[in-house]
């Protein structure tokens, strides 16, 4: 199994798990096709009233998706488009508009900001770290970053961006700048989360969703600008597949800086 889903039809909340832990819940194509199928399903279920989003195993909330899997996507030539298999990964990309929290524990990385962008809160446990290797292997962080951006200090952000892999956002210092609302001990997130989502979940659905909706109507506009230039930022800037793997390779056999990154 790979999206696990539990249901509390009582309490009106939904628990949505990556669960690959032996890969860091790295999101494959399959993955990838189904939480979009999960998300849109939940339009249909009025029994389901609010949603919690999290990883398995605790070592990693996701770290983005899977290196095999993204090799096998083909590419236009063109530098005006690009494929993003990531791109309808979060709930707002399926036109969901139920609340979702995201309960985070370990690593958060890269692709995972798809889903964390797209929820409402986060909530993470002590040991969560969040960071963005993509400039390290010599990828533009496009659709990352302007998701983030959206929740994050532009400084902040820029900085976890441009540091790549040498720099980890502490659980602490994530709450310190409003991207993490709530931290609790280690492997506490995902009871906090569900805690939140049931009082969310016990008020008016209609009331609800208008609410969320707004939320969201106010920065829709200039979200909706940014990500049509993603893929084009992605075309232009990033290395050829196989400079990336040497990169990725190279640092695997200790040649990089991820052995000794800093937390802040």
């Not at 446990?125 to 292997?137: I, L, M, Q, R």
Request: aromatic share 6%.
């Amino acid at each position: 199994m790979t999206i696990g889903l539990e249901r509390d039809k009582e309490s009106g909340v939904a628990v949505v798990t990556l669960d690959r832990p032996e890969k860091h819940n790295a999101v494959t194509l399959e993955m990838a096709r189904r939480l979009g199928e999960v998300w849109r399903g939940f339009r249909y279920e009025d029994d389901i009233r609010a949603v919690v989003v999290t990883g398995a195993g605790g070592r990693a909330f996701c770290t983005g998706i899977d290196r095999a899997d993204a090799g096998r996507v083909p590419q236009p030539s063109s530098p005006y488009t690009i494929d993003d298999p990531l791109i309808a990964l979060g709930p707002k990309a399926n036109d969901l508009w139920k609340p979702v929290i995201a309960a985070v524990e370990g690593m958060a990385c890269g692709g995972a900001f798809y889903l964390l962008g797209e929820a409402e809160f986060l909530i993470a446990g002590e040991g969560a770290t969040f960071f963005d290797p993509h400039v390290s292997y010599g990828m533009v962080s496009a659709f990352e970053t302007i998701h983030m951006a959206q929740r994050m200090p532009f400084g902040e952000i820029a900085r976890m961006a441009l540091m790549g892999s040498a720099e980890r956002l502490s659980a602490r210092r994530a709450h310190e700048i409003g991207l993490v609302s709530e931290v609790t001990e280690r492997g506490g997130a995902l009871a906090a989360a569900v805690r939140t989502a049931e009082v969310i979940a016990g008020a008016p659905t209609e009331a609800v969703q208008g609410t969320v909706r707004a939320l969201w109507t106010a920065r829709e506009a200039a979200r909706s600008q940014a990500l049509a230039q993603a893929p084009h930022l992605v075309a232009l800037g990033n290395l050829p597949p196989e400079r990336q793997a040497e990169l990725f390779t190279g640092r695997a056999r200790g040649g990089g800086s991820d052995g000794a990154f800093r937390l802040r």
